[in-house]
């Protein structure tokens, strides 16, 4: 019992701890137990939480039990090794498979073909699909086979691919899923196609005969326009469809990104894309993606264990006791937003005494038994959305973040670590300090326990606000965190803190951990890290740059770009040029020629106007695409 609330409060740590007691106390479980802690470990694992870490602690366990594995059991570990990035433990497990005398079945050839489809690696997954077409001989494959390849290739974008992967498995006698309609429609609303991704709920019906549910409607709503959201809520709803929390949660971050700046975009890659159309966020996670998962929530789950407390750094923790001042006015309207202390103190908002003598609250119990959502979480939803309108989530749309949170509440859905993620990186984009604040101290007090996407926004914040003490500060309370790892996002960032600050060995350092980390989860190097170092002196800069493309790095436009500009800055067209060359060697790498040109030639005038005997130097350097 206590280890499945470990796992409900997302503290996986305490599961790997309950465990050792259990075993000192009366030896080691059945490896089925093992199995069943480490899936369920993974199945909602969220981002930047120690899930993963705790789920091998778990496998180390049984290990080191000295029991016979199973079947089950070298597949558990074979997952677990994949999500992890250790592609050659989990193939060294096959092999041991074998070696036990069991064949790994198709569920290892699965396993293995997702390690390589979720990286991209396209030509390894087909190459795995053909193995194991061969090892099935003649019967037909599991529809998951197909869905692994269709997940990928809508990972790197070939619709046209993950097209005809869906009528290839239908062709092939394996029914499409859910799953696989999902998957499919989330590729196309993500591109704009939103009329041919709602036409799949039609076609589920027709050609499968199947009702779409919560996986489908929410890759839908991911993307789609407003008038559209309406309908699709409508359509959900009439055929006896609730939103759930996942669902909210897509509707929150879109309102959060569809103020008029921002184009009214729904999905967070095309607010993003407009915010910052060149990439090179330094180490902003996205809000954490919304996993739709059977019983209706998301794929991060609030914590109510004290041990996922955020601290605000230097004297900035918002008191959590009852404020005459502060606290709500008797017509239950929030205090203003930008009053930093009426922000934080949503304690006062539990401050009032019920006629049973009890406290108001979220979860409190009506005589009859049954939960009810209060007025104090009314309350609460309201304060806790009045932060939009001092984080650039202004006028309607701010309006419509409240409501959305109201609604969710009176549904008895409770916000998690998702939702007030995304409430603080629509903060930390439009800089309020105070907004980001308010929306931590209401995640303290509703026991949401902040993961490493929290932490990373919070510091990327305070950096941004010239206060990197601060953002240190946070970097350290992720450390010491049982709620949160350090992760590549968060050494990225790290990275970006230290720079910023002249402390360019410090910053090294932590590039060289988000590069050593990226790799042992068997992925490229952060480019983000490396536009961090090239922000300063030109030749750390150019430095930083041939180091990243040596460790196999594939930079965005916006590093080159700006080391380009750099190299012109300081009047070094021989290395302008060869970054031009670099870029040009990049297959898909949008370039504008046009623009290198215009900066190529505005340097040299600037040149000959400040150093006028080096008139036969510059016109040696003349345009002729940058070689």
């Known amino acids: ?175 499409p899923d859910a799953v696989s309609y999902s998957a499919y429609a989330a590729g196309l609303a993500a591109v704009g196609r939103l009329d041919e991704a709602e036409e799949l709920l039609g076609e589920m019906a027709e050609a499968e005969g199947l009702r779409p549910g919560a996986h489908v409607y929410g890759a839908l709503l991911d993307g789609s326009d407003w008038a559209r959201v309406d309908r699709l809520l409508n359509r959900m709803r009439s055929e006896g469809l609730r939103p759930n929390l996942a669902h909210y949660n897509i509707l929150i971050r879109g309102r959060c990104y569809s103020s008029p700046g921002y184009g009214g975009a729904l999905s967070y890659a095309a607010a993003a894309a407009v915010a910052d159309p060149d990439g090179g966020g330094l180490g902003v996670p996205a809000p954490a993606a919304t996993e739709l998962n059977g019983n209706g929530s998301s794929s991060s789950h609030g914590s109510s264990m004290g041990s996922g407390i955020v601290i605000l750094p230097n004297g900035l923790n918002g008191s959590s006791s009852p404020s005459p001042s502060t606290s709500s006015s008797s017509n239950g309207t929030a205090a203003p937003a930008d009053d930093l202390s009426s922000i934080m103190d949503f304690g006062a908002i539990n401050g009032n005494s019920t006629p049973n003598g009890g406290t108001t609250g979220t979860n409190s119990t009506s005589t009859n038994g049954s939960s009810n959502t209060t007025t104090a979480s009314s309350s609460f939803s309201a304060g806790a959305a009045a932060y939009a309108y001092t984080s650039g989530v202004g006028g309607l749309a701010g309006e419509h973040v409240d409501a959305l949170i109201a609604e969710m509440r009176a549904a008895g859905l409770r916000p998690d670590a998702v939702t007030y993620g995304t409430l603080i990186h629509a903060a930390v984009r439009s800089g309020s300090v105070d907004g980001a604040l308010g929306v931590l101290s209401a995640m303290r007090l509703e026991g949401v326990a902040p993961d490493a996407a929290v932490f990373t926004s919070l510091m990327k914040l305070f950096r941004g606000q010239g206060m990197q003490a601060q953002a240190l500060e946070f970097f350290q309370q992720l450390s010491g965190s049982r709620s949160a790892v350090v992760d590549v996002w968060s050494l990225t960032c790290l990275t970006a803190v230290h720079a910023s600050g002249g402390n360019m060995e410090e910053a090294e350092g932590a590039a060289r951990r988000a590069h050593e980390l990226a790799a042992e989860q068997g992925l490229p190097p952060p480019v983000e890290a490396a536009y961090a170092l090239v922000q300063r002196r030109l030749r750390n800069a150019l430095l930083a740059f041939r180091r990243f493309l040596a460790s196999g790095g594939r930079p965005h436009r916006k590093l080159c770009e700006y080391t380009y500009r750099l190299c012109l800055a300081h009047f070094d067209f021989a290395a302008a040029g060869q970054v031009l060359r670099a870029m040009r060697l990049m297959r898909g790498l949008p370039l504008r020629e046009e623009l290198y040109r215009q900066q190529w030639e505005e340097a040299q005038k600037r040149m000959q106007v400040r150093y006028p005997s080096a008139g036969g130097w510059v016109a040696g350097w003349r345009w002729s695409g940058g070689l």
């Open 1 to 175: 019992m206590l280890m499945d609330a470990a796992i409900e409060a997302k503290q996986g740590l305490d599961v790997v701890e309950l465990l050792r007691h259990c075993e000192e106390a009366h030896g080691p479980a059945p490896p089925p137990l093992y199995c069943s802690l480490i899936s369920r470990l993974l199945k909602h694992p969220g981002r930047g939480t120690p899930a993963k870490q705790a789920a091998y602690g778990v496998w180390r366990a049984l290990r080191a039990s000295g029991q016979r594995l199973d079947q089950v059991a070298y597949r558990t570990g074979m997952n677990l090794c994949v999500e992890l990035g250790h592609i050659g433990e989990a193939r060294r497990l096959m092999d041991a498979m074998r070696v036990a005398g069991f064949r790994p079945g198709w569920g290892a050839y699965h396993i293995l073909m997702k390690y390589h489809a979720s990286r991209g690696d396209m030509d390894g997954a087909r190459r795995l699909f053909a193995q194991l077409r061969a090892y099935r001989g003649g019967k037909p494959l599991e529809i998951s086979a197909y869905n692994t390849l269709l997940c990928g290739f809508v990972r790197v974008g070939d619709l046209t691919m993950a097209r005809a992967v869906l009528d290839k498995a239908r062709r092939e006698g394996a029914r």
